[in-house]
């Protein structure tokens, strides 16, 4: 059984720094690249970031590249996404994701929510 289960999320100020965490079971972790992908209120679902199997080569949405960095640990099977300067526009339902014989994965979720 597959699982994606995302943790970390919670309120912040603006300015502050955030890291969350997904824990993955359930696949060959290490065989796969995983994203991060965030969906704000009223608008649709944009990829964040991604990393490759090796957790080289990551790759980030301008929107957040210079502040957030993705990691990954292929042994704790385990990966994060460090969010600093956070802004309100990064207030929004962030997903772990991994596509796995042709089929896409996503976990439950987790809130970031910026705000005084």
């Known amino acids: 059984q597959l699982q994606l289960v995302e943790s970390g999320g919670g309120l912040v100020q603006p300015g502050g720094s955030l890291t969350l965490s997904c824990a993955a079971s359930?696949?060959?972790?290490?065989?796969?690249?995983l994203s991060w992908y965030r969906q704000a209120p009223g608008k649709e679902r944009e990829l964040v970031a991604r990393?490759?199997?090796?957790?080289?080569?990551?790759n980030y949405a301008d929107s957040v590249a210079g502040r957030f960095t993705m990691s990954r640990d292929n042994a704790k099977r385990a990966v994060y996404l460090q969010m600093n300067n956070l802004t309100p526009a990064d207030t929004a339902e962030y997903y772990c994701?991994?596509?796995?014989?042709?089929?896409?994965?996503w976990g439950k979720g987790t809130l970031v929510t910026v705000s005084s």
């Open positions: 994701f991994v596509e796995v014989g042709w089929t896409n994965y």
């Open positions: 359930g696949f060959a972790f290490s065989s796969y690249p």
């Open positions: 990393v490759r199997t090796s957790g080289r080569g990551q």
